[in-house]
């Protein structure tokens, strides 16, 4: 007993010490970031900081520290039959339990310290705030503007670059095959695979880079709307794959079948997702706004949290994509719950997303540096990398220019030339790709993969992400430098205010119109506290309901009218008095374009059919989806 | 590999479903929390809301689900003659690793859903926020005015209530050896342990009852200040108990030689850790002094919310308490780091933590409920638990009346006989007697003692939670019902303000006199903004290092003579003004009691001493201390 308190102890310790390495690189790369913000220095970007920071432990661990071979952990060798996931073992009475860790590779001789984390702590720790974070700061009416756009390029142009950079790499494997350079297998279904994680163009970096240099508005619109809703299409994408690649290790050839299951699971994840995210998000409106919660903020803020969480939770206990759930709750919550809470909450929510993110955002990428040294199974090939190098250039090649030729013939305000080169040139790799390769990596096929998806995110980020500002510039770009913007979100809402006069209005559509209204007098009223009085759109004969469904405080703020968005107004006395809350003239400005929320609308409607259509057609061929859900 | 990936997915799948659970329980709480205070109902306190929403799941978990036994689980039992932490299985050439996971009962024949999570996530991550808040939030002149009482109550009290308890408890498992009720081995150093942890009164209910009934100030710093030192006292305290029982099962008699060493790790874990906090505390005090990072509040939370982790993280790497050090340094980052920080950063750190704190505990508690019906190895022995009841008045009645009597030998304002039943009477366990006591559950006697202490804490948190208001009544101790106190920390400071003119000035000794004079004129102005510029108050001579430690904004400080304390002032300007800071003839005013700060010194000045003794000692000796460090 007291031998096994101390073994618990000493890993314990590791553990602490694990964290704390990492702990100390993020202050680290924090002071550095302040350094560098505080001198204007702006060619090395701070994700690109904290990934160096990474790459030095990560070469001080490997050629620096030199760890014993512990030997109490290896003396018994069971031999078995199966390899089941838990293990009894019989000494002398006792009965002890064992879990499966994973497969050693026996050729291994060297012990690296391994400062490694289990690849799902990604997922389901730290993307989950990244992404809701992006989604509950996307609250601009130049996304909703370009709405249409973002969502051609995110869900079509990333399917196409999947297609285009799969292809590619299955030219380049048959070409690595022919020359020998091959040392293991590497299928079709594994280049679709590749092709779908290296497709999703990252937000982190977009933002960061981005949001500093102030550049056009509806650029920025575009390229941050389109990387932060690519990630869920590449989620669901490489999943779809993952999961209906033939079992048998033979026949892995994509042949029709599994193809057309593929795409459903694709359809229906990705709804799925949608469904359960904004769902989530309508019932934490629906509960701020009918408790009068909003008297007590940290209460408030709690449930905001909770709530936003469980949806992620819930979404991976039904086996759907979590962190798709969390972007698209992370935007109903922006747009509909935001308007109930108290302005206390409305800051501390957003304060401790940021926090977390920013948080989230380093680790991930120092890590990334970190495991460039640390990871013991790379396998760098030079014609593979430059295959894949080759390939991310031409499949985003592919999603930009055909697309943005297409838009262009239904857009009033085209998207320029010079636009579309900087969406090319600034398509980082980062976070997403990241996690999506770590994954899994099993089989030589992904460690290939893993180690050329470091390289790319280390260029990508490095060079293009530095690049930026002279591309910029080259191209004739407008930018100001903002060197107070991450002082807080109230700043961008007003730089935004203020250049929306260069974008006139557009002409609007019947069906933008139809949802426009609808979102205006119904559901906004019945989610929050702003919008028109329910009692005043809804016919005549519903009043008892309408009445039911209206809070007090929907009177009173007609009754203000001042435009002051300042959210720490503290000096109102809590108890009695009603916190002021936007007038809803101020809120129900995200005007959208005409185009775009027809291509929005039928999205909806076709992911809606598709999965309804799916999921009969597999109760009727009797495929048991319902029992995996 | 396919059928090792959907095993993967289904224990994912069931994480998720067990972390949904808590945080559904968690919101269900929050709600019925936010009714509670709407309806100002208040003899159900928050946290024994939480256990019963957590009792209710327990008992549906327990009788209402029934989980199919995992066939695959046990397949293969091998016999081996160690019990290695890991475990190598053979099959067909390819070798997968096992990790030990703990000692499987053979007798335990059904199979409930375990909703269990490992006792070292209460440590680790539940505690440490908890623990930390109430340092921080500790900034209060009426703690430091009552801290020599507290530190008395707290250090002396704690170990002579686990002295008691140990002895009564020893009786009673002689008493029920001989009436046969005892069925495993309780030995002396198991009732010393039990002592020790069931001594800890928590900080968590004190706080969330006292704070808001509004008591007497200085009731209510005796009260919170114990509490929250104990728990350091009973964490030290059990784990040396524990680190120094013979290991030899059969001479569990505690030995001379074996006490002084337990007393030796005591201080030494003590004062280690009181040193690394404050440590760590001064140091992101120097460095929030000494750049500008204020400039960004991002940054700067960060950097103080990764400090102050650091520190637990440090602390547990170092095989000493890191709770202990997070809460000493959460103390000293109030007292310096929280001066520099700017205004935006201030409110962001304090609802940070309190958020954590406030999802922390509520998840304890809530924990504590589900474990009565879903923890399988309960032992409940009417004796024990009876004798445990009684153990735990007479060891409170003798930390509390003679400790009293000692202390108003000595205080100018007595404490009252009425303060002390109140403190008698709330002297609550909670969620450090639950961590403590569930950290460890392997033997018979450590079983008995986890359900006894759970019965403890649910009696207590009800009863005698319930019961304090109709107590402070009924010993005519003035309260008033401040509805609105959760609402933000300012509140309360100007409450204690407000009736701080109620106690007088105590006359000052040397030693106090002393510290307080170094304290205002050196280190205070060393590390933060605050206090009077160090060139005024160094020598002549050093007045060149003194130029170079003194911030310009020192200077401005002293300009500012307004006394508005309300920290949300967003209305300067960022980048080019510096922030209005407090001027520091506000900041500096927790005088203290003079009999109080001679008992501080003299402790601190007691444990350096120890701590370098037993180190040298036990040099000399050749035990290895610094082997395990």
Redesign the interface.
């Known amino acids: ?2 031998r ?1 308190r101390q ?1 618990a ?1 000493e ?3 590791q553990d ?2 694990k ?2 390495v990492f ?2 690189l ?2 680290l790369t ?2 550095t ?3 560098f ?2 001198r204007r220095f702006r060619f090395l970007h701070e994700t690109g900081l904290a990934m160096i920071y990474g790459l030095l432990v990560g070469v001080i661990l490997r050629f620096g520290v030199h760890v014993q071979p512990d030997v ?21 009475g ?13 050729r291994s001789s060297d012990n690296l310290p391994s400062a490694t984390f289990d690849p ?1 702590v990604f997922f389901n720790i730290l993307l989950p705030p990244i992404i809701f974070h992006a989604g509950y700061s996307l609250k601009r009416r130049h996304f909703f503007r370009n709405l249409g756009a973002i969502l051609t390029y995110a869900f079509v142009g990333t399917v196409i670059s999947s297609f285009v950079i799969g292809l590619v790499m299955y030219g380049c494997v048959a070409l690595m095959n022919a020359i020998g350079q091959l040392d293991g297998d590497f299928f079709f279904t594994d280049c679709l695979f590749f092709g779908a994680i290296i497709s999703a163009t990252d937000p982190v970096t977009v933002l960061a880079i981005f949001s500093e240099l102030k550049v056009d508005v509806d650029l920025y619109a575009l390229m941050f709307g389109e990387s932060v809703l690519n990630d869920a299409v590449a989620i669901v994408l490489s999943s779809s794959v993952v999961a209906y690649q033939p ?1 048998g290790e033979s026949s892995q050839a994509l042949d029709g079948r599994a193809m057309l299951t593929s795409l459903g699971v694709f359809l229906a994840v990705l709804s799925g997702s949608f469904v359960l995210g904004s769902a989530a998000g309508v019932l934490t409106a629906l ?1 701020t706004k009918f ?3 909003r ?5 408030e ?3 905001f ?3 936003s ?2 949806t992620f ?2 979404a ?2 039904c ?1 759907i994509t ?1 962190v798709v759930a969390v972007l698209f709750c992370g935007i109903t919550q922006a747009h509909y719950t935001y308007n109930n809470l108290s302005a ?1 909450s409305k800051s ?1 929510t957003k ?2 997303f ?2 977390l993110n ?2 989230a955002e380093n680790f991930i990428f120092s890590y990334m540096g970190l495991t460039l040294f640390s990871f013991q199974k790379h396998v760098f090939n030079p014609v593979f990398i430059t295959g894949a190098f080759l390939a991310i250039f031409l499949g985003r090649a592919a999603n930009i220019y055909p697309l943005s030729f297409l838009l262009n013939l239904g857009r009033t305000n085209a998207i320029s030339l010079n636009f579309q080169h900087v969406m090319m040139f600034a398509g980082l790799r980062g976070a997403m790709t990241f996690a999506l390769s770590i994954r899994d990596t ?1 089989t030589y096929a992904r460690q290939m993969m893993f180690s050329s998806t470091l390289l790319i995110v280390f260029f990508t980020v490095w060079v293009f992400g530095g690049g930026t500002t002279p591309m910029l510039s080259f191209l004739k770009i407008r930018y100001t430098h903002t ?2 913007h ?3 979100y109230t700043h961008t809402h007003t730089h935004t205010q203020e250049t929306v006069g260069t974008v006139g209005r557009r002409d609007t559509a019947w069906l933008f119109r139809l949802w426009y209204t609808f979102d205006h007098k119904y559901v906004k009223p019945l989610l929050t506290h702003s919008g028109p009085p329910l009692i005043t759109t809804l016919p005549a004969c519903c009043a008892p309901v309408a009445h039911c469904l209206t809070s007090s405080q929907t009177y009173e703020v007609k009754a203000h009218t001042h435009t002051d968005t ?1 959210i ?1 107004t ?1 000096t109102h006395t ?2 009695d008095t009603i916190p002021p809350t936007m007038p809803y003239t101020q809120i129900n400005n995200n005007y959208m374009d005409c185009t775009d929320m027809v291509v929005y609308g039928t999205l909806c409607v076709v992911l809606c059919c598709a999965m309804l259509c799916w999921m009969l057609c597999n109760v009727l061929c009797g495929v048991v989806w319902c029992g995996v859900l």
């Open positions: 007993a007291e096994r073994q102890e890993s314990h310790r602490s010490t964290v704390l702990t100390l993020l202050t924090i002071l970031i302040w350094l913000k505080h109490s952990n290896s003396t018994l060798t069971c031999v078995g039959k199966s390899r089941p996931s838990s293990l009894l073992l019989n000494v002398s006792h009965l002890y339990e064992y879990e499966l860790r994973g497969e050693v590779d026996s799902e079992s509960v408790t009068r919660l008297d007590f903020p940290l209460l803020t709690a449930l949290f909770l709530m969480w469980s939770l819930l991976e206990a086996s979590g206390e501390r304060e401790l940021e926090l920013f948080l099993a060197h107070t991450i002082h807080s300042n720490h503290h809590h108890t």
